[in-house]
């Protein structure tokens, strides 16, 4: 995300400070180009550019967004190590005007109740970031890469209709939640929330508060952030995975929510907070600003893979140098995920499984 304090006070100096804004165009800023790969590897960053990374399986294809601030678009593949070289197809061009005619970002792809849905964050065309709220799209195409796209319309809590961005979807105990980033409207900090759904579009009962920046590894800002949540389930757990700090500075890394996989998300004590970054840079790897992550099964359905954004090279900001990188990670001992620490870029990995 391109998040700013929305302090007015300090908007415009960390612009200034930070060469941050909203692309004009969809041309990518230039970043590194990845080298081509082996029958049996693939080498990261997966393309030159791809910020908040999202992948969605369904029926043996992988369907990847990314955001690019002007529209929606949508990669299909088989195989998530031939991304670079898949074509992108547009979903969704917004108006040119109006409450979400700018600035989006994160979408996310989800099949629910037997249609499409893209969740995405977007505002008023602009350098003004104050308006930014979720919005969302639906298509009744078995493909989404075909069909029509539908407006939805923002979903928002009534009670609590305030700056809010990132949106995902968990399901647990037969009820479905959205979880995103937003304010509380006293401030300008970003904290995790979660409220109940009644259908794809729609929030029903109370905003609840799950997270917001705590430790110092989550304060390196301003903005202080907390961001970017996404579910991830295993065994008997559910984790909430999210990124934390500010997405300019190097420090963006990721935090993890923990709760019972049969617990009530709506409570607070329900989950556990990490007190130390699960996945954080590493200048050795080329791996700045690592966050804003999605997850995804190998084609052969035996590997666990993350996939997330990260700069290859110090103090790039949170502009399109971001590039989407993937690497497979494995399992504690007591069910918790271990993610390791970022693989380097231009070096060859093993394809996931099957491909």
Same mark, same amino acid.
């Given at each position: ?133 979720? =919005? ?43 979880? =995103? ?149 494995? =399992? ?24």
């Amino acid at each position: 995300m391109i998040n700013l304090n929305l302090n007015p006070g300090r908007l415009l100096p960390a612009l200034l400070l930070l060469g941050l804004g909203c692309t004009s165009g969809e041309a990518p800023a230039s970043g590194p180009t990845p080298p081509p790969a082996t029958a049996s590897t693939f080498t990261n960053p997966l393309l030159p550019s791809g910020p908040d990374p999202w992948v969605y399986q369904k029926d043996g294809f992988y369907y990847y967004l990314h955001t690019t601030n002007t529209s929606l678009r949508i990669w299909k593949t088989a195989k998530m190590s031939d991304l670079g070289q898949t074509s992108s197809v547009q979903a969704w061009a917004p108006p040119p005007s109006g409450p979400a005619s700018g600035n989006l970002w994160a979408p996310e792809l989800h099949f629910l109740d037997g249609k499409w849905y893209i969740y995405y964050s977007a505002g008023p065309a602009g350098p003004d970031l104050g308006q930014q709220r979720t =919005w969302v799209l639906e298509n009744p195409a078995a493909d989404p890469t075909t069909g029509t796209w539908t407006d939805k319309g923002r979903l928002f809590s009534p009670a609590a209709d305030f700056w809010a961005i990132d949106g995902t979807v968990l399901e647990q105990n037969g009820r479905r939640y959205f979880i =995103w980033s937003g304010h509380n409207g006293q401030d300008g900090v970003q904290r995790i929330y979660i409220s109940e759904m009644s259908n794809p579009w729609t929030l029903t009962g109370p905003r609840v508060e799950l997270s917001h920046p705590e430790y110092s590894w989550e304060n390196v800002g301003p903005p202080f952030v907390n961001e970017g949540p996404e579910i991830l389930k295993h065994g008997d757990k559910t984790f909430l995975v999210y990124s934390a700090s500010f997405c300019g500075t190097d420090q963006y890394a990721l935090g993890m929510l923990t709760a019972a996989a049969t617990a009530d998300p709506l409570r607070p004590a329900s989950w556990t907070k990490s007190a130390k970054p699960v996945f954080a840079q590493s200048p050795a790897a080329r791996a700045y600003a690592t966050g804003h992550n999605s997850f995804f099964k190998s084609k052969d359905g035996l590997e666990d893979w993350i996939i997330y954004h990260a700069n290859s090279n110090p103090n790039e900001g949170c502009v399109e140098k971001r590039n989407p990188r993937m690497q497979k990670f494995t =399992w504690n001992p007591d069910g918790t995920p271990n993610f390791g620490v970022p693989a380097p870029i231009n070096t060859a990995l093993p394809k996931p499984g099957g491909e």
